[in-house]
Structure formats: C-alpha cells, structure tokens
C-alpha cells in the first residue's frame, strides 16, 4: 500500500462531513446576514439558526428547543453548565465528579477547589468502571452538582448515566446533573429525558462537523447564568452573535450522525473489535486497558508493555497512521495519562498505552495495513528497550503456561 493517510484518531477530531460542508455553504457569503435583525434580508439565517436548533432538540430527544444553548465548542459547554448552575446555587459548595474527566471539566473543579468549593474525585476500577456506591455516599445535602462524562475520551468506557441520575434524585432531589457527552454523540443514542439529566454537552467536531462550535442542552427546570455577557442571543444563556454556518452545520452533522448510529454501532466496531483481535493475538504483550464490553463503539486502547507509546506513534506516522497516546490535549507531555492512572494500569504498559480510533470513514483495507505493520514496528521497539531481561522472563513464562 502506498503512503497515505489512516486517520485512526477520530476521538480528537473528526473530517468534516461533504452534506455538512454542502450545508454550511450559503451561510457564509450569500445568506450573511444576522440573525436578530428584523430585515428581510436577514429572515433565512433566523430561520437557519431555528432548524439546527431543532435538528439537535431532536438528536438529543431534548423536550423543546429553548432548551439548546448554541456553544463554540465542548469546553465551553462544560464551563457553562457548571459555572452556570453553581453561580445559580451558591449556597451549595459541593460538587461530585470523577477521575477520569476530561482536562476541560477537571481542571475547572481544581479552580474551583481554590475558590473554595469542595471537590470528590470518585475513582474507577481497573477496567475503568464507576465506583457508584461511593458515588451514593458522597451525595449530601450540600451537593450543587454531580458532573459525569457520558464517554470516557481514552478508552470508550460508557458510563451508566441513567442509573447515576436515579441514585442522585434519591439523595437530594436538588442537585443538578451535568453530563459531558462530547465522546457519545454520534457513537451511541443519547435521549436526553430518558437519561434524566440536568444539562449535557456535545461538540460539533467530534461528529463531523467542523471545530469551532457545540451545543449544551439545559433542562427547562433548570436556571444557569450565562458565561458570555452582551446581546440576548441564545435567549440571554449565551452572547454573542450567532456562528450561523458552523450552527448549521452543527444541526446538519447531527441528522447525518443519527441516519449513521447503526453502522457505527455494527461496521465501526466490527472493524474496532478486528485491530483489537489481530493485536492481542499477534503481538506478544499486548494488553486490552479495559474489557468492558460496553464502550463506544470505534474506540481501542491498547498497552505495548516495556516501550514508550510516543515512539511507537512517530514509527505509526513515518506510514500514515495517525493514532494517539492519551488525549489530544495532554499527548506532547510526558505524563502518563491521568485515566490510565485512575485504572492503576501497570507502569509497564502505561507508556506505551495508544489508542486507536476509528470513524465512518474507516475502511477494512486500513486496518488490514495496521495490523500488517505494527508488530513489526513494536518488535523494532522492543529490541531497542533498556528492559531485555524482563521482556526475556515474560516469554519465557508465557511458554511455560502454553506448554
Ligand atoms: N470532553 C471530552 C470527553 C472530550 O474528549 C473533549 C475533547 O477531546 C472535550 C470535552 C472538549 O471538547 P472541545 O475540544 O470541543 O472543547
């Protein structure tokens, strides 16, 4: 196969959709106008921002459209909803998250921290799973806020959002729930009035729209004050005029996201399930970072014990593929990453951990190729690491069990 691209790291960002780009078109130099004004002219970029907003009502099975806040991206729906409703609740200093959060929701509770408010971490176990009975007795009277993603960025562990919504009503019916679903959407259904959450965020660059916009459903029930002060777009939750070709791409990515959940939900993780397969069975040492089965559907991680993850990536690039060590945002530094910490992976194979992920636009030919060349690139790997004797005594163990 010749050189060419093999995106495998659609969990940091995502190609733009054709419809999506076909969508946002006329927004940008024909249909200009602005959407509060009350001109003719400006009557089609209204109405345009009108039809994402019920595009994405209805992708998330939100009740009504006044409950879609038009955001720029993941994070600032995260620091909008939790800024948002604690700045509504002052009184209430508590708050629940987990460990394995995204930078863009951790690092705002470690503000947070210092401004006071009291902060849980609830831990997972070694297959990344919630702790929920701490969870439960974490709860008191003085909780403002639980916040859970809906899907763990690194390693695709979906976490049980309904069952975390019941436990939280039956402690203290005034604690609000946010929910960070920037890894769900697009992977697997998200009804938000099933899942009885209080606000949830998605960005639209995780699903084939472009980067640079998001959205952030708030429940009818609940009252946040905006992050962004000025004009009443957004019905005074956001100012700012309004990205109308990014919203209407949002609003389209969001119909062509729903039409796909099937084939993301079969083809993608057939295609997942394969790369995780062939490398477990090809590769001595390789180990599955979490074996739960309900993860989304396009997300692999994988540790190669005794090398470093980053070396294997530059030997990945060198043909074409893209994949990534942990996030997008902390791959660069040499800090394992925090979620594989949270599962106490081994520090012999939280190094080398890389995460492949996989879209619509994966095709059976590309991970064929993976998994032609990377046992030899981690082979290459493993004759340069200082740890011979160590990897020598694993083989030898491991004949020893097969006989
Ligand atoms: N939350 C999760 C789980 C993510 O994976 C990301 C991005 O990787 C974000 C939030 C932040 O989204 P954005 O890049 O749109 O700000």
Redo the contacts with the bound molecule.
Sequence with gaps: MDKKLIYLDN??TTKVDDKVFEAMLPYFKEEYGNPSSIYEFAKKANYAVKEARGQIKDFLNAENEKEIIFTS????S?NTAIKGVLEVNKNKRHIITTKVE?P??LNLYNTLEKQGYNVDYIDVNSNGELNLEQLEAAINYDTALVSV?YA??ETGVIYPIEKISEIIKSKNKETKFFV?A??AAGKIPIDVQALGVDMLGI?G??FHAP?GV?ALYVNSKTMITPLIVGGHQERGKRAGTENVPYIVGLGQAAMEAQDNLKYEMTEVKRLRDKLETNILKNIFNARLNTKVTNRVPNTANIGFEYIEGELILLHLSDLGICASSG???TSGSLEPSHVLRAMNVPFTAIHGSIRFSLSKYTTEKEVDYVCDVLPGIIDKLRNLSPFQDELEALKKMKAAVNG
């Design positions: 969990n940091a991206c993941g994070s600032e995260a995204h863009c929701v993603m763990n960025n960070d920037v890894q960005s660059h995780k980067k998001g996030s997008a945002c």
